[in-house]
């Protein structure tokens, strides 16, 4: 078999005719994203183009822990190890697309290595029967702008039964 051979003429018309359809063509309608996580400009470290990436990324590295599991002269410890790691990548997937879903982000890691550490946001206090404001270690809470750490857990409100 021959291949076929066509002219530069030819060649020409046809990215010609591939330019006037892609022109036609809608922007796509992103249907199944969260608006907000759309309005996020490109920039922002949780924009749409960025939790793609990390998704994209996430998927080679757990077809790689796949492929190293699986080898011959793997010891038993490693080809646990890498299924254990490809486990912990497609729950970091499913957490990102859990976001591009809901526009809420639910993982304890973000980023394209899962680098960045996410501190939770209190978004309605709890008080005690007192009216004093119930407080969590390690969460943000904007009445006092900033994160409950265990120095200020020390001063922690009790209630006495």
């Known amino acids: 078999m021959s291949k076929r051979k066509i002219s530069e003429e030819r060649k020409q018309q046809l990215r010609e005719q591939l330019e006037k359809a892609r022109a036609k063509r809608k922007p796509a309608e992103y249907k199944n994203i969260h608006p907000s996580v759309l309005a996020l400009p490109d920039e922002d470290n949780y924009s749409f183009k960025n939790v793609k990436e990390w998704i994209k990324d996430s998927k080679e590295q757990v077809s790689a822990f796949n492929k190293s599991g699986r080898g011959l002269k793997v010891s038993p410890q490693d080809k646990q190890k890498a299924s ?5 990548k497609r ?5 990102c697309e859990h976001y591009l879903k809901t526009g809420d982000w639910i993982s304890p890691k973000s980023g394209l290595h899962e680098e960045h550490i996410v501190v939770p946001k209190c978004v309605a206090m709890a008080y005690y ?18 994160v409950w750490t265990k120095e200020l857990d020390g001063q922690n409100h009790q209630v006495s039964v």
């Open 84 to 88: 254990r790691d490809a486990d912990n």
């Open 91 to 95: 729950a970091y997937i499913r957490y």
């Open 129 to 146: 029967p007192d009216g004093a404001p119930k407080r969590s270690v390690g969460v943000f809470y904007p009445d006092i702008n900033m």
